[in-house]
């Protein structure tokens, strides 16, 4: 059975969602990822598109401006739901690998 569309984030559709936090642009957008991740992630502008594309589709993200061809986005509600609940399950695995790996170092 496929995979249900964003039920887990890649480490970009988190960040751009990230981002999105509060209003900017797609080239806000490619230079705040890789300052946030300290170079670790970066977002190619191909891929940036297609995403902002999808969750303008998927109702995560609107647009608030619109300047020739540059475009403003923000979170929607729904978006910013979503964002929280993967924040969650990050956060999850992080405990399940403390206490697993805490429980290997103590034998």
Known sequence: MPRAKFQTLTEQMYYVLLCLSREC?????????????????????GTLYNLLEQFLEAGMIRETRCAGRRRSYVLTDEGRQRLEEEYRRICAQGEDYRRIMGEEVSR
């Open 25 to 45: 642009c797609g080239m806000d957008i490619m230079d705040r990822i890789p300052a946030m991740t300290g170079g670790r992630v970066r977002v190619g502008s």
